[in-house]
């Protein structure tokens, strides 16, 4: 499982999993566009998962209704991606604003469990 990441939005984060835990894409106003998911290889059973697991790490109030979330988690595959999103909490309103994936840094350490060759 991939660390936590430094900043965590807590009420965020737990508003957005269950979000995902109640409710299919089908079902609410989740709104996406196509083309940026297959840009990112992404499709939209590793969207659930990572807004089910993830972690809000930017939240900012708009002018407007709604406020900027980015969400960063994976997909369940072991590939790490970003989401910035615009929610609107009343309205059950989740857009998609943009999808990148995120470069997994592998240590040496991790890369040997741990252990050294003698």
Same mark, same amino acid.
């Given at each position: 499982?991939?660390?936590?990441?430094?900043?965590? &939005?807590?009420?965020?984060?737990? #508003?957005?999993? /269950?979000?995902?835990?109640?409710?299919?894409?089908?079902?609410?106003?989740? +709104?996406?566009?196509?083309?940026?998911?297959?840009?990112?290889?992404l499709d939209l059973i590793g969207v659930r998962n990572?807004?089910?697991?993830?972690?809000?790490?930017?939240?900012?109030?708009? &002018?407007?209704?709604?406020?900027? #979330?980015?969400? /960063?988690?994976?997909?369940?595959?072991?590939?790490?991606?970003?989401?910035? +999103?615009?929610?609107?909490?009343?309205?059950?309103?989740?857009?998609?604003?943009?999808?990148?994936r995120v470069a997994m840094e592998v240590h040496a350490e991790e890369m040997n469990d741990g252990h050294?060759?003698?």
């Amino acid at each position: 499982m991939p660390a936590r990441p430094k900043r965590v &939005h807590s009420l965020e984060t737990v #508003w957005i999993r /269950e979000f995902a835990k109640t409710y299919s894409p089908a079902e609410v106003g989740l +709104t996406y566009s196509p083309q940026s998911l297959r840009d990112a290889g992404l499709d939209l059973i590793g969207v659930r998962n990572i807004f089910r697991r993830g972690h809000v790490t930017f939240a900012n109030k708009l &002018h407007g209704p709604g406020a900027l #979330w980015v969400i /960063e988690g994976d997909n369940n595959e072991g590939e790490r991606f970003c989401l910035t +999103t615009i929610v609107i909490t009343e309205q059950l309103a989740v857009d998609l604003q943009r999808v990148e994936r995120v470069a997994m840094e592998v240590h040496a350490e991790e890369m040997n469990d741990g252990h050294d060759a003698a």
